[in-house]
């Protein structure tokens, strides 16, 4: 179950002052960890850095190896000010270039999206692969993904002409979610056109690990699967 809430916003217009633990490092390294900075992703894929005690702070281009501040413009080095966003690239607490931060559709989790990115997105543990195997949360069957449209499920129609989130089965489903469409796995066993059908994108839940469904639950009553378009 979502919530209405949970759609896609960018990183604030400031962003706090870290630090991590030295890791054994020394010089610029250790700098680079143990010294509060503020790092904030820029629209052109660069970042700014902010440290106490050194103003307005650097911008740091990480593509191109390169950053503002004296150290690297007069030394060449790999200052502190790469090394700090390098970090926080690797332990994903901002974007890496090209990309900015969004917000899960389906549980409001940060994920990071293309900057030209504009429809609803999902974090990877609700946005499923093509041809993954999922279950349907109303009645248990087995679907195969097909893949999300990246359309929201009160803007799609079905080939009946009623919008996704109006079926009745999916009331519990927020309809700024994105379509994903998929394929029954018993229907590619069969001889014939096999066809697609659309669901809000929470309403697929992963099957288990081992492949137990014990879960599974008979289907309740008026819980048809609205077609895709």
Known sequence: MTHSEHTPASLPATAPKRTFRPAGRSGRA???????????????????????????????????????????????????????????????????????????????????VPVTARKPTLCARHDHDQGTVVADRETGDHLVVVGATGS???????????????YPSNADYGGHEPVVDVVYADALCRDGPVRRYAFPASRLRPLRDDGDDADRSPPPSGTASPPTV
């Open 152 to 166: 929201r499920a009160d803007r799609t129609e079905t080939d009946d002409g009623r919008l996704v989130a109006d």
């Open 30 to 112: 250790r700098r680079a960890r143990v010294e509060p900075m503020a790092v904030r992703p820029l629209r052109d894929g660069r970042y700014t850095v902010e440290t106490d005690g050194e103003g307005d702070g650097y911008v740091v281009d990480l593509d191109g190896g390169s950053c503002t501040c004296p150290d690297h413009r007069r030394r060449g080095a790999r200052c502190k000010h790469l090394r700090r966003v390098a970090l926080e690239v690797t332990e994903r607490l901002v974007p890496p270039p090209g990309k900015r931060t969004a917000v899960c559709a389906v549980c409001g989790g940060r994920t990071f």
